[in-house]
């Protein structure tokens, strides 16, 4: 299949900052904002077009794993003994991403200081370049919020780094920052879109990868949804094995199949959008609380709308909760405006659902996930036909 692989990941990194942005409180579009900072400082450094795409990826991946760290509404905060687990958690979630080159300790060492009081107290020598250009990026962009471009936050970023350097920064990588982060450079970014942006520095790159690579990508991501909530453990991977199940059934060609698969594996990345009071509250939600819940297939239609050739993926994702009568969310569309594909994921979620167990429910055996379904479908909510047949195959 082929796919612009930073083009995805910076799309889905949106969901990873609402992550970050609950924990540390950081910005919309951090963790592009530290990839674009990373590929400037990188092409001080002359680097090439791969290993820029490599520390590009990184540096939009760099906490990929804080979902995992506070597992189970476990929120361990920031506590430096057991924080360093971000980024090792971090590592090896990316082990099998495509990357050009090996980016071992890219992500491992993102939070080490020069002065080795980091989390894991490398000396400088120990630590790749490129983790030491993320920590910059992050930290000058948790500290000063770059993205609010004004000659007074440039001097705000001037005394961060100053007083810094040599501490957190070496000095050498400040020097390179600041030859192409100068106060002039940093004002004509004011009013700019951080994806036009990042894709002038780094134009998109279309390549053919085996589909068995793009899984493994989408993955990750759907476990980052599945630790949002101890309660979804594996419900986005288990609803994309059974959507590829019965995609086969219906005889779809194999490549309508993988990309059933990316649709299911992502459907509900929108729920990294949703706060975890809600995810694991062990109660029926209120009528609010229910409408914030439901927020979560817009978000995930808001997120891979970005992504170019990802449409038909878009809409199998995003209309998961949909209704053949209307009364679904997030668009209330009607059963003559869902294919057959927006309703066999619909149908899949459902089922998968009822089989979990969650925080008021027990999860349920087929034959009564097939009554509910059945009911479900006799009242005019979901498609009869997708239903009996989902009897048949799973
Ligand atoms: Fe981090
Ligand atoms: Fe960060
Ligand atoms: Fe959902
Ligand atoms: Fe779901």
């Known amino acids: 299949m082929e796919i612009d692989m930073n083009g995805v990941i910076f799309a889905l990194s949106y969901a990873l900052d609402k992550v970050e942005s609950e924990l540390i409180g950081v910005s919309v579009d951090h963790a592009k904002w530290v990839a674009y900072m990373s590929v400037l400082t990188g092409k001080t450094y002359d680097m090439s077009f791969e290993q820029l795409s490599d520390l590009a990826s990184c540096a939009a991946m760099h906490d990929n794993a804080l979902t995992q760290y506070n597992a189970g509404g476990r929120d361990r905060g920031l506590d430096p003994s057991v924080f360093g687990l971000h980024c090792t958690i971090g590592q090896d979630n990316i082990a099998d991403f495509p990357f050009y080159g090996d980016v071992d300790g890219f992500i491992t060492y993102h939070h080490e200081n020069v002065d080795g009081t980091g989390l894991f107290h490398k000396r400088d020598d120990e630590v790749p370049l490129a983790a030491k250009i993320i920590h910059l990026a992050d930290m000058v962009d948790v500290t000063c919020n770059v993205k609010d471009v004004s000659a007074g936050n440039y001097k705000s970023i001037l005394n961060y780094l100053n007083s810094n350097t040599g ?228």
């Open 167 to 394: 501490l957190m920064f070496p000095r050498e990588l400040v020097h390179h920052f600041l030859t192409k982060f100068t106060e002039d450079f940093y004002l004509s970014l004011k009013g700019r879109s951080i994806n036009d942006l990042l894709s002038e520095e780094l134009p998109h790159n279309l390549r053919e990868y085996p589909f068995d690579q793009i899984r493994k990508v989408m993955n990750v991501f759907g476990q980052i949804v599945d630790y949002k909530s101890s309660f979804t453990r594996s419900h986005s991977f288990s609803v994309a094995e059974k959507v590829t199940k019965m995609a086969r059934f219906y005889g779809y060609d194999e490549s309508t199949v993988e990309r059933m698969y990316i649709a299911g594996v992502l459907h509900d990345i929108g729920k990294m959008a949703v706060s975890n009071d809600i995810l694991e509250k062990p109660a029926k939600l209120s009528k609010t609380e229910f409408a914030y819940m439901q927020t979560h297939a817009w978000y995930t239609y808001v997120i891979l709308s970005q992504i170019n050739g990802f449409e038909d993926i878009t809409e199998w994702a995003s209309l998961h909760h949909e209704k053949l009568n209307g009364s679904g969310y997030p668009f209330g569309k009607t059963g003559k405006d869902l294919s057959e594909k927006d309703r066999l994921v619909a149908c899949v979620d459902i089922y998968q659902a009822l089989s979990e167990d969650r925080p008021y429910k027990k999860g349920m055996d087929h034959a009564k996930c097939m009554s509910i379904m059945r009911d479900m479908a006799s009242r005019g909510l979901i498609d009869a036909r997708i239903t009996e047949d989902i009897d048949k195959k799973l």
